[in-house]
């Protein structure tokens, strides 16, 4: 039985700011951005938006009344949680009208939890097959303004619908996994924004990366050649170039161009939001699929997923005949028509976020467009709004 992604989704912010801009206002190079961090825009999330609504935008448009019926598992994966004991799945699962017979859980592990979530989902699927899971990273990356890590901020939520006769990618059940305490991202509960070791922390990545992938080629005994593409997590897009990079010399030359052509798709999306920590991983891979015209049904793709702290883990998925019919066509088009606003309107929507305080407090959530939005805190609790209800 085919199990694995039946439907893809993503929401980000109306919002960004061009990167050559924000890099003038720092007084950096460029090309340092565009070039050595590998992206041209940066979404600007507001106050009116947090992990709870971005997740339930992304999954609300592309779930039929069937699919509604037929879920009874969400998990979202997340490092940006509201709260430290209510699940954030339980918000998302009361704004998309989900049964109370649903299993609603909140997963973590830096920017690896969503891939948790989405092999918990295919063996709940394999076992339940008439049922369907929803999985959905979502996440605001921020690591403060004027600071080495704002070039890859950003922010949004990617939704997974995982079903059997998937139409989109049939997942492997094989997988090769490492896990390690490592010290090259962490966020403590007194921090609003990340600390990380950048240098250390690119270079975890890439050792983890071939780890997971020299682990998975001899457990399942595929050659690397099998593999159509490469699609990795990407918390900026340089960075993984430089573990694709690393491991080119395993194939032909012409693999090798195929590999880096493929590459270049799959990072055009994430260049022009920025980092989705959770969701960066999916986002590529629905990059890949949305812009690719050299893809076909029966390519096996090949997904590194890795989170800080640190965790990684590769996987396969095989691409089905009709893919393009779960994906989120509309998506270029929505990128397309956001607002581009100044680095003065980005530092506000960013320094305007609730605080993390049990004071009433109100968001300007008028001027926002999205179904669900984020509206303000009242006794010590988030109020969320759905414009359709």
């Known amino acids: 039985m085919k199990v694995g992604i039946d439907k893809l989704r993503f929401a980000s912010a109306h919002q960004y700011v061009d990167m050559v801009e924000l890099a003038r206002a720092r007084h950096a190079a460029p090309d340092k951005y565009t070039i050595g961090i590998g992206q041209t825009q940066m979404a600007v999330i507001p106050p009116s938006q947090d992990i709870v609504t971005l997740a339930a935008n992304a999954a609300a448009p592309m779930l039929t009344a069937t699919d509604l019926a037929a879920i009874d598992l969400l998990i979202v994966g997340t490092e940006s949680g509201i709260d430290n004991s209510k699940a954030s799945a339980i918000y998302v699962a009361h704004l998309l009208g989900l049964s109370s017979r649903c299993r609603t859980i909140e997963m973590k592990e830096a920017c690896y939890a969503a891939t ?221 028509r956001r607002q581009r606003v100044d680095v003065t309107t980005y530092e506000r929507a960013f320094n305007g976020q609730l605080a993390w305080v049990a004071d009433d407090q109100q968001t300007d959530w008028q001027s926002d467009p999205h179904r669900f939005v984020l509206t303000g805190q009242q006794n010590e609790q988030r109020q969320y709004l759905d414009r359709q209800a």
């Open 116 to 336: 948790a979530g989405i092999q918990l989902a295919q063996a709940h699927v394999r076992m339940h097959p008439d049922k369907k899971a929803l999985v959905i990273g979502a996440d605001i990356a921020r690591y403060g303004l004027n600071t080495p890590g704002e070039p890859t901020q950003g922010g949004g939520a990617m939704a997974m619908l995982i079903s059997a006769d998937p139409q989109v990618l049939a997942l492997s059940t094989e997988s090769a996994v490492l896990s390690q305490d490592v010290m090259d991202f962490w966020r403590p509960l007194y921090h609003t924004t990340a600390l990380v070791d950048g240098k250390y922390s690119s270079n975890i990545y890439i050792d983890y990366f071939q780890d997971v992938f020299q682990e998975y080629l001899i457990k399942t005994q595929t050659p690397a050649a099998d593999l159509a593409a490469l699609v990795f997590h990407l918390p900026y897009t340089k960075m993984g170039l430089k573990a694709l990079r690393s491991v080119l010399p395993q194939v032909t030359e012409t693999q090798q161009r195929d590999w880096l052509r493929h590459f270049e798709y799959s990072r055009k999306l994430n260049r022009r939001v920025g980092n989705l920590y959770t969701g960066s991983l999916y986002l590529s891979l629905l990059s890949l699929l949305l812009t690719d015209p050299n893809l076909r049904p029966g390519d096996q793709l090949g997904l590194f997923s890795y989170g800080s702290g640190a965790e990684g883990e590769f996987y396969t998925g095989t691409l089905q005949p009709d893919y393009q019919r779960g994906l989120d066509l509309g998506l270029p088009q929505r990128l397309q």
